[in-house]
């Protein structure tokens, strides 16, 4: 984060460390923004690191999936990271975004498949534009993410009661990184 400190007008600063107290303690406090990421300063850029959630399965044939954010300002592209514990080894053909009337397939790597116990653990790595993510957590409905493999389709979303919840915080962090993104352009 640009510290206030470098800042050069003492009323810049000022002005700066009010914007944030008006707009974001506020939030903080009712939503516990703060425990749901890491912020980092890189060279020229903010890394944000949105912590492990889960996203059900649709149909609750196997466990919640638990995802978790990656962000760094200088590259504009988030890296969304799954970890799926099920019975069976994947060779997953596509994923799928489904953010209202819009179906987005999105570029994937895996990273590894493991037994664990009579399970696999599957961890994989969707990268997208950041407006993409923007796109979905400000749209009305939660967005499903869809897995096809061979035959069959594996749906996770979430529920529509913690979906408000999960877009609160999200939509927050998300104005809190494009002002930080504003910032670091004004002062750098």
């Known amino acids: 984060m640009y510290m206030v400190s470098n800042i050069k007008n003492p009323y ?45 399965c649709c149909d609750k044939s196997s466990k919640p999936l638990s995802a978790d954010i990656t962000y760094l300002t200088s590259e504009d592209s988030v890296a969304l990271k799954i970890s799926l514990l ?10 799928v975004i489904i953010s209202g009337d819009e179906r987005q397939a999105i570029a994937f790597q895996t990273y590894f498949i493991e037994p664990e116990g009579k399970l696999f653990l599957h961890r994989h790595c969707l990268n997208f534009p950041f407006n993409y993510l923007k796109r979905i957590y400000f749209a009305d409905s939660a ?21 408000k919840e999960e877009k609160e915080w999200m939509c927050q962090l998300i104005r809190l990184i494009e002002n930080n993104k504003r910032l670091m352009e004004n002062y750098l």
């Open 143 to 163: 967005f499903k993410l869809v897995i096809y493999s061979r035959d069959k389709e594996y749906c996770y979303a979430v529920k529509d009661k913690k979906w």
């Open 12 to 56: 810049a600063k000022l002005l700066g460390i009010g914007i944030f107290l008006l707009l974001y303690l506020p939030c903080f406090a009712a939503t516990k923004l703060s425990e749901r990421y890491v912020m980092q300063q890189r060279e020229g850029a903010q890394l944000f690191f949105i912590v492990p959630f889960e996203i059900p």
């Open 86 to 95: 099920i019975p069976q080894q994947l060779f997953i053909d596509s994923m």
